[in-house]
């Protein structure tokens, strides 16, 4: 066995840290780790944190952090912050909201650009989350990159999805109802220590009120992340939210959809390479000068493209 | 800098000791990021134990200090231990902020590739790094 997994399953931060790296570069060597530490994954609860900018997702998903660790529990935390479009770089900035859990041996928060990557996490996410959850961590907090309205993706790759809102912010309510908050598993109010607090609270209950009957209700709560008020109470939503999926039998599932929507998404990715594999780049050049052209339309064009992986 | 897919340099700027301000910090993250790197900012008041277990969690290839405070001869010798501790001992290190010339060569022992003094245009900063980093 590659002795950098031999030093993972016996649980060697560090060697979990170099792992992740590989997996995040999506290097064929990185694929290999987590085809071998993928039958270790699927024991823990994931749970993403999202919400709009500035919105306390850090200080919440380190406050939650501390109350499962006085639960005795482990957490391992990935955060994701943006990469800029133009240089590639990115300023990484969550841990600093995470200090107090730094020297705690039984946290490990590692801290990801998002890498072009669309909906608010990274490209590598569902596998470092997997890597993570092999390591052996009861949670695995995922927070995502300050979202807006259509960063829906956290829903696939976390269990439980916390949307994270604020009072006093002109956030348009109306607006939410379209969007992101369809996917909130609970409903948040962090800065509960700001004014407006419960008239936000009840404007997300007026909100929820006009769905659909029978659909789920997402409780809302208040919280201060910054004085851990309120955190008790959201870990114990977060287990009521899982002890429902199970009850009600949609655990298995919501397993299934996000083990769908994962495959799918690599096979796609795998198809595409094949594709830019098989046809030279001059020729994808010709072919698209020649829908720019419009002498050629891109439907064609693409069938022409797959055709030619297909042979 | 570097292409799109290519693996990203990975930086850690940490503030050891109690210098209240990052100011300095944050223009050289910035630089850095502008650069290309992914650089992980862990904000003031580090302890060197907090320094380097940041440097393990976030498997950067490279740590940068910056200080102010005149307590580097304290602070980076006990930085410099706790990633070796820790088993992190490939790292380019650097450290920048005010640092008496008579400092620099027990900081090179110490295994600091530069160090970097208040005026410092920052693009040397990034060439540093493109330059030197282990990759
Ligand atoms: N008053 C008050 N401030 C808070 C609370 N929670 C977080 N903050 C502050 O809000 C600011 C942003 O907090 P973060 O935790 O960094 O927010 P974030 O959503 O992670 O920010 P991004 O990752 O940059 O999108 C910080 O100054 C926090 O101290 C709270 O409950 N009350
Ligand atoms: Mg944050």
Redesign the pocket.
């Known amino acids: 066995m590659d002795q950098l997994v031999e030093k993972f399953l016996s649980g060697d931060r560090r060697a979990l840290a170099r792992i992740i790296s590989r997996v995040e570069n999506q290097t064929p060597e990185g694929r290999a780790y987590v085809r071998d530490l993928f039958p270790h994954s699927g024991r823990a609860h994931t749970i993403g944190v999202t919400?709009?900018?500035?919105?306390?997702?850090?200080?919440?998903?380190?406050a939650l952090a501390a109350e499962y660790r006085r639960r005795g529990h482990t957490v391992g935390i990935v955060?994701v912050?943006p990469s800029s479009p133009f240089t590639q770089g990115a300023i990484l900035?969550?841990r600093?909201?995470m200090q107090d859990l730094t020297l705690d041996p039984g946290v490990y928060v590692r801290s990801m650009a998002s890498r072009g990557a669309l909906g608010g996490l990274a490209p590598s996410i569902d596998d470092v989350v997997s890597i993570m959850d092999a390591f052996g961590f009861d949670y695995v907090l995922i927070?995502t990159?300050?979202a807006g309205q259509d960063e829906v993706e956290i829903a696939g790759t976390a269990l439980t999805t916390i949307l994270?809102n604020n009072p006093g912010t002109g956030d348009d309510i109306q607006a939410m109802k379209a969007g992101i908050i369809e996917i909130a598993d609970i409903l948040v109010v962090?800065?509960?220590?700001?004014p407006g607090a419960d008239v936000l609270v009840s404007q997300l209950q007026a909100l929820l009120s006009l769905a659909p009957a029978g659909s789920r209700r997402p409780p809302i709560l208040k919280?201060?992340?910054?004085?851990g008020?309120g955190i008790a109470e959201l870990a114990d939503a977060v287990a009521g939210h899982r002890a429902g999926l199970e009850h009600s039998g949609e655990l298995e599932q919501q397993r299934a959809a996000d083990a769908r929507h994962q495959v799918l998404a690599i096979a796609r990715a795998i198809l595409l390479e094949r594709i830019r594999r098989a046809t030279p780049e001059e020729e994808l050049d010709g072919l698209v000068r020649r829908v720019a052209a419009r002498e050629l339309d891109p439907h064609t064009a693409a069938e022409e493209l797959a055709a030619a992986a297909g042979q | 800098m570097t292409a799109p897919g290519a693996p990203k340099i990975r930086v850690l700027i940490a503030k050891p000791g109690l210098d209240g301000h990052d100011r300095g910090a944050k223009v050289v993250a910035r630089a850095l990021r502008d650069g290309g790197c992914e650089v992980i900012y862990t904000g003031i008041r580090q302890t060197p134990e907090m320094v380097a277990e940041a440097a393990l969690q976030e498997d950067v290839d490279v740590v940068g200090l910056s200080i102010l405070s005149g307590a580097h001869l304290e602070l980076f010798p006990r930085v410099v231990e706790e990633l070796k501790k820790r088993g992190v001992d490939d790292v380019l290190l650097f450290c920048g902020g005010i640092i008496p010339e008579e400092d620099t060569k027990q900081l090179e022992d110490l295994g600091f590739a530069a160090i970097f003094r208040p005026g410092t245009n920052t693009q040397d900063i990034v060439k540093f790094v493109y330059d030197h980093v282990k990759k």
Request: net charge negative; charged share 25%.
């Open positions: 919400g709009g900018a500035g919105s306390g997702k850090s200080t919440l998903t380190g955060a912050d900035g969550d600093i909201r927070e990159v300050g994270v962090n800065k509960a220590d700001h919280t201060t992340a910054i004085r008020e």
